[in-house]
């Protein structure tokens, strides 16, 4: 059995308060932050590129309303996704 699979089970067995405060450590530690930064990173990059090939759509007041329905649509869809 790996060491995080060891980890998982011993989490699982933590009340609620020992579970968010594994969690608080885990979110503060340096190795956390340094992913996140490295996927903001990755993200930032992405969008740049998409707006250097032109890859984007422009809104004014005649769709706006349009976005805000859909992305509301999506977001609903995706919290009754399992997982979600």
Request: aromatic share 8%; glycine share 10%.
């Amino acid at each position: 059995m790996s060491a995080v699979e060891k980890i998982k089970l011993a989490a699982a067995e933590l009340g609620p308060d020992e579970q968010y405060e594994l969690f608080r450590w885990w979110i503060g530690s340096d190795a956390f932050r340094q992913r996140q930064l490295a996927a903001l990173k990755g993200d930032i990059a992405s969008g740049i590129a998409d707006l250097d090939n032109g890859r984007y759509q422009t809104y004014d007041d005649t769709n706006v309303m349009q976005l805000a329905e859909d992305v509301g649509r999506l977001g609903c869809e995706r919290l009754k996704k399992p997982g979600a």
